[in-house]
């Protein structure tokens, strides 16, 4: 079963990997945000979450009826919730000016 889950950006991370530090259920995760415009979202907002991605934008009454629908789907939420804790972001750190970009190392973030 594929669901999202609602959390609350807390920080907006610098960089051009377009993350951003959110909060679900009071855990704290690396997601990428790539789907919106520039300033689209920010601090406070409340997004959609699947597998590690931002999919939209929801206000924080659509973000508390989504939280309570999914606890009262028992195994389904407690699924996503570890898909969630098990998600990486992967971010390519800056190759030196001697490496290709192609073989600069992966590093996970969150």
């Not at 601090?43 to 508390?64: N, P, R, T």
């Not at 990486?88 to 001697?98: D, I, K, L, P």
Request: charged share 25%.
């Amino acid at each position: 079963m594929c669901l999202g889950i609602p959390g609350q950006i807390v920080e907006l991370l610098d960089g051009d990997e377009q993350l951003a530090r959110v909060e679900v259920t009071g855990v704290r995760r690396t997601i990428n945000v790539g789907l919106f415009d520039d300033g689209e979202i920010g601090v406070g907002d409340w997004v959609l979450i699947h597998v590690g991605f931002a999919m939209s934008k929801i206000d924080e009454e659509e973000a508390a009826m989504a939280l309570s629908s999914l606890r009262m789907m028992g195994q389904g939420y407690d699924e996503e919730i570890e898909a969630l804790l098990a998600s990486r972001v992967e971010v390519r750190e800056q190759a030196s000016a001697s490496e290709p970009e192609s073989t600069a190392p992966l590093r996970s973030v969150g």
